[in-house]
């Protein structure tokens, strides 16, 4: 299933000038929820960011003061306000509200550091076949490097002669920056997933598209997550990578992976959560089922075998 146009990769470029005057080439789209203080540091930092981005926040139904601080605070950003928590469709709701040729994803507790959105601009300028962009994590105070990053660079995939950085099939969702026509090609993200590891299934999406997915290290995000516990996030996780297999992958692959969740589910009470919504799941997943063209299947086999197919 495809729940975009149906258009391939553009071969014209999206250039851009340095020209001040001139609108950014990347947007930023933001989604919260209920985090109205955290939401308002972010963005500040992305207000005194050189490269003047616009800033869109959408609003996944919130219930605190969240619409009332960005008003009162923050007359300049555009908001959209959903009537209902749609989770990682919210940022998919902010790319069509935007009309810059980029767009890079911001989450309420993260942002962007100063020029990182001109080298990715730069990115997409120079290589029309990339589709999104992952960029290093800093995390915390402390600008400690996320684990991700050196998954993310060691990746098995390799270089492409025409893709800047390292392909990979994995981002992460509040640091990567994506063409908004590649996006809307390949659907963004899946309504089954809502939230938790929802980024592979669109990052096979755009490579089964030919878009390029890769890791650049030279384009920065910064990430401040809430130090508290989340205990419900690895069953959340489990479930979106098992019904991202039935989406995409072969069915033993998808089976394979079932099983093993089932035993976990023998002795994990989040395991067994996971697996309950996973089957209340499944009919939805096997009617828009559709298999990776082999070439994606080969390199996500390759990342199983190389990481456990983290990116």
């Known amino acids: 299933m495809n729940h975009a146009t149906n258009r391939g990769p553009s071969s014209t470029r999206e250039l851009h000038h340095a020209d001040p005057t001139k609108p950014a080439p990347v947007g930023i789209v933001i989604a919260t929820r209920n985090r109205s203080a955290s939401l308002a540091v972010t ?45 990682a469709l919210a940022r998919t709701h902010g790319v069509r509200a935007l009309d810059t040729p980029y767009v890079a994803f911001s989450d ?14 730069r990115h997409f300028d ?35 002669t025409d893709l800047p950085g390292i392909q990979v099939l994995g981002f992460l969702g509040c640091a990567a920056v994506t063409r908004r026509t590649a996006y809307l090609d390949a659907g963004g993200y899946h309504p089954l ?7 592979t299934l669109l990052a096979y999406d755009l490579a089964a598209r030919g878009w390029g997915v890769t890791h650049c290290p030279d384009v920065t995000a910064h990430h401040h997550p809430d130090p508290g516990p989340r205990t419900d996030r690895p069953a959340v996780v489990r479930r979106n990578e098992l019904l991202t297999a039935w989406l ?18 023998r002795r994990d009470p989040h395991a067994r959560r996971a697996l309950r919504e996973t089957l209340t799941r499944l009919p939805a997943a096997l009617r828009a089922r559709r298999p990776l063209p082999p070439h994606v299947e080969r390199a996500a086999r390759l990342l199983d075998t190389a990481n456990g197919g983290t990116s």
Do not use: C, K, Y
């Open 43 to 87: 963005v500040r930092h992305l207000l005194a960011l050189p490269e003047r981005p616009e800033i869109l926040v959408v609003d996944n139904a919130s219930t605190d003061d969240t619409r009332a601080m960005l008003a009162r605070d923050f007359p300049q950003v555009r908001v959209v306000s959903l009537p209902f928590n749609r989770g």
């Open 248 to 265: 995409r992958r072969p069915l033993p692959h998808a089976l394979a992976r079932t099983r093993g969740l089932a035993a976990d589910a």
């Open 193 to 199: 997933l809502f939230f938790g590891a929802e980024e």
């Open 108 to 121: 309420d507790d993260s942002w962007w550091a100063p020029g990182a959105l001109a080298a990715a601009a």
């Open 126 to 160: 120079e290589h029309p076949r990339l589709g999104l962009l992952s960029a290093r994590t800093l995390v915390g105070p402390t600008d400690a490097a996320d684990p991700l990053n050196d998954l993310l660079a060691d990746s098995p995939l390799g270089p492409a």
